[in-house]
């Protein structure tokens, strides 16, 4: 099972960092994604990254383009989400889950493996 942190109560044009992590296997070899799910609304593909880069900002959701960016520290097992510039409509629950290397995909139901999400709020 994967964890995600770093969720939490942030402003208007604040930002936040998420992790995903899991012990029981290494991230080093998947595909990992990002999505978020707000309410009354569908999950949606935010990034992802595969296993041979450190670094993405090719994001699905054109109202994220510029502001999330992706990365991966495979020394720590860690994926990262990088959120700057937040805004209301940003706040949902944001999970991060794994697929074979087969490329990158936005598609939910390519993933396995996900996690049980981590709350993101903006608000004043």
């Known amino acids: 099972q994967l964890v995600e942190s770093g969720g939490g109560l942030v402003q208007p044009g604040g930002s936040l960092t998420l992790s995903c992590i899991t012990s029981?296997?290494?991230?080093?070899?998947?595909?990992v994604g990002w999505f978020r799910q707000a309410p009354g609304k569908e999950r949606e593909g935010l990034l992802c990254?595969?296993?041979?880069?450190?670094?993405?900002?090719?994001a699905y959701v054109e109202s994220v383009k510029g502001r999330f960016t992706i990365s991966r520290d495979n020394a720590k097992h860690t994926v990262f989400l990088q959120m700057q510039i937040l805004r209301h409509e940003d706040t949902a629950v944001y999970y991060c889950?794994?697929?074979?290397?087969?490329?990158?995909?936005?598609?939910?139901?390519?993933?396995?493996?996900w996690g049980q999400g981590t709350q993101v709020t903006v608000s004043s």
């Open positions: 990254i595969r296993q041979s880069d450190s670094f993405s900002n090719t």
């Open positions: 029981e296997f290494t991230l080093d070899s998947y595909v």
């Open positions: 889950a794994t697929k074979p290397d087969y490329g990158c995909s936005s598609y939910v139901g390519a993933y396995s493996y």
